[in-house]
């Protein structure tokens, strides 16, 4: 059977997927930030996860306003970058697993969550930036994903707890695949930032290391959490983090932490990374 | 039965909501427009005559032609549709950012290396006033 070994959350700001595309990853700016990702490469080298479930949201690439899905799984063999006004980011395509995709849509619709199915799709740096961060620039991705795309751009997204719940529905979905093959689920976005208006460039240092906490330890009372705390506290671009919840639902109640980040700044943004492994 | 905005009170912030998007909806479709290098080509030819081809607001339209970020949010605009904007005229997300903020981007980068915006002061309207960098 397949089986969720592990969870990788990690922020996907589109500057640092700019820094490694010229070459900058070596600069004093964001030499640290990258250092962070060192134990990160080559414990999932050591891992070789057949499958990533990797939720993301997208941002105004795939999806204009024409059509906002909340819950969006991509079912396609493949996903290529997207352009997202200043070319498409020199990186390989994304390699689908269409069975494991389309076994999980159906049966969390049958656990009553409505997703959204796409088969066609461009994946922009929500989704790329991570890769990146976890595999550096690999001729081609080591892995195969399956991209799940939250909205988090018109409020309201979805509440914490619908992310929470969502992940322990693709943790059954999962098992319940008759391949014997190893998944992970990634959380990304966040943490704290704001792009917009006179606010813009909150960080809030304190309040994303506690919520790293609970959502360690504590996932079904952070869960809990509304929208307006995350809003107010961690700014209006900081609601991103519900999405993490996805990948933390997926995993059991107790985890071992392999793997703790924090950085500030990437341009506008607090970069927070965390791995996760389950515990049996 | 008005909706619920728990989120009126966050000062410089406007939470791109339904009632946002609903009023933004063809100038964020004309962001949208601009990840076409065609588009591009002619927005920057005849911004005013490009604008037209738009069912835009004339507030929205001006907002636009001045490059007036703040404006163009109040009036519906989302950040990450404003990108392909701002990307067309080639600047970044930290540029625009500093403008909306009124600060030097020199400035707003400093802060940023300084650990960003505190919270403190930023959390409601009417808190005592806002202290930078932390």
Redesign the interface.
């Known amino acids: 059977m397949a089986r969720i070994t592990a969870g990788v959350a990690t922020s996907h700001v ?2 640092i997927g700019a820094a490694l595309d010229n070459g900058r990853a070596a600069e004093p700016y964001w030499k640290p930030l990258f250092a962070g990702y060192d134990f990160s490469k080559d414990w999932i080298a050591r891992q070789k996860p057949d499958v990533a479930v990797l939720v993301y949201n997208d ?3 795939a999806f ?3 059509i906002v899905p909340t819950f969006a799984i991509g079912c396609a063999a493949s996903f290529q970058p997207a ?4 070319g498409p980011r020199p990186v390989p395509a994304v390699a689908g697993h269409p069975e494991l995709a389309s076994h999980i849509a159906q049966s969390v619709i049958q656990q009553d969550f409505d997703l959204t199915i796409v088969n066609r799709m461009d994946v922009d740096h929500g989704l790329t930036v991570p890769m990146s961060l976890m595999f550096g620039q690999p001729e081609r991705w080591p892995v195969r994903v399956i991209p799940l795309a939250v909205n988090v ?4 997204p979805p509440s914490g707890r619908r992310c929470f719940e969502l992940g322990k529905a693709i943790r059954r979905a999962v098992e319940s695949f008759d391949e014997d093959i190893n998944v992970q689920v990634w959380g990304t976005g966040g943490m ?1 930032h ?12 304190e ?1 994303d290391n506690r919520w790293l906490d609970r959502l360690i330890d504590d996932p079904e009372e952070l869960a809990k959490m509304p ?2 705390e995350y ?3 961690a700014g ?2 900081g609601v991103e983090l519900v999405m993490w919840l996805i990948m933390r639902g997926a995993l059991d109640a107790r985890v071992r932490t392999m793997h703790r980040f924090y950085h ?2 990437a ?2 943004t ?1 970069v927070g990374h965390i791995i996760l492994e389950n515990g049996q | 039965m008005s909706l619920e905005k728990p989120y009126s009170d966050i000062p410089g912030t406007v939470i791109f909501d339904a009632d946002q998007a609903r009023k933004g909806y063809h100038l964020n479709q004309f962001c949208m427009s601009l990840m076409k290098a065609d588009n591009r080509t002619r927005f920057k030819q005849d911004e005013r005559a490009y604008l037209d081809e738009w069912p835009m607001s004339e507030d929205q339209k001006r907002a636009v032609l001045t490059r007036d970020y703040n404006r163009m949010i109040e009036l519906g605009g989302n950040i990450y549709f404003l990108a392909k904007l701002f990307s067309t005229d080639g600047k970044s997300f930290q540029y625009t950012a500093a403008t909306m903020t009124g600060m030097t981007q020199e400035a707003y980068a400093t802060m940023m290396l300084n650990g960003g915006r505190s919270p403190e002061g930023n959390r409601r309207v009417g808190e005592a006033p806002a202290k930078e960098g932390k």
């Open positions: 589109p500057a941002h105004a690439s204009s306003l024409d352009d997202e006004g200043w751009v018109l409020f309201p704290s704001q792009l917009q208006g006179p606010r813009a460039g909150l960080i809030n240092r309040w929208h307006i809003l107010r506290e209006s671009e500030v700044p341009s506008n607090a």
